[in-house]
């Protein structure tokens, strides 16, 4: 099989894979290398000027002796396969990166022979990539639940980001759906993941040159809607991930039919629920939520029509509204409309003045939503009941207002925060965003 047809085989196979990937490394660029990782790096907010960071994304293989039952790759299912060899990966992202095509590498690989070969051979590409080559870009490699720690590691120092998903928000489901996985194969690598990273942190502070183990930290990835779980059972665990494993990002992923296995859905869920859970996630990293705060009972789900923060404040009306010109930033930061950077933005304005709801606007504040929660010198905006029904209606209104609006020609809808990234033919993604 040629290299052009591999490449078709396997960057579509790729295309289940989120890899949205944060960087948060700042590595320039060094005397007889190739490519830099800097610190706005890889992730690019895709701005006005229309930068955004493209890498490709393939799998080393598609070939695997696991039998996931939510996977298209799994070995029951009938599908053309393929691998690659690791000089193979290593010379087409170097191609790849010279005709500037992509700006990093992001590599995935099904389960060869058995995990720990697969990570060998993961590692082996990226000795190649780094030493051979010298490519000094980003590289974002998935962990391969229960390989050897020693491989994980040695791939960790030459990664800027590893993964391992947790593939499913339940070990009842893990069980049930991927029967060659188990819940403490996905947690050890995260947990040796975690602690290789604290560490080296720890020695780069004592001494600059010692090498960095995954430096732009960890992620995973988690398939919604192919289990019965709920969103407050998929928020609760994403918070147990953060805490526990320091994790930079969870992705979430759609489940995409691709079994007609009695125990899976037949339809994908709505992509709605995955953007709300990307909301959710949100508001746990930087809004300090707890998920017992966004979700109260066990077998909730985020609501479809308003954004989990505009729920919350819904069904917290006594602590509304707000005064814009007190309040500290733990409470901005509760109110629909009040973005981290226009909390900051208002906190510093405060100093000069008081503020209006002219001087908000000017300062980032979404008012169509704020203006129900907050006060300016005492006064609200318009004359509206605290009545949580009449509330709801209100701001669920300026969303049908805003979905039907006329579209301009001109102006790009900005990417949705933090909902993944689009594929491009050929396992070229470009990563938007926070990511
Ligand atoms: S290990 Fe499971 S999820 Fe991964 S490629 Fe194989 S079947 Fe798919």
Redesign the pocket.
Known sequence: MDLMEKLKILSAAAKYDVACTSSGVNRGGARGSLGSASACGICHTFAADGRCVSLLKILMT?V?V???Q??????SNDLPRASFTPREIAELTINFYKRNYIEGLFLSS??IRDASYTMEQIYETLKLVRHVYRFNGYIHIKAIPGADECLIRAAGLLADRVSV?I?LPSEESLNRL?P??TRESILKPMNMLKNNIIQSREEVMLFHSAPRFAPAGQSTQMIVGATPESDKKIITLTENLYKRYSLKRVFYSAYTPVSDNPLLPAAKPPLLREHRLYQADWLLRFYGFSADEILKNADDNLNPNLDPKCCWALNNLNMFPVEINTANKRTLLRVPGIGSRSADRILAARRVGLLTFENLKKLGVVLKRARYFITCRGKMYEKISMDPAILEMKLTESKIREAYKQLSLFDEPAPLADSGNAAAPGGIIYAYGHI
């Open positions: 598609n695997c696991y039998d996931c939510y996977c298209a790759n799994r070995r099904a389960v998903n593939e991927a060659d996985k």
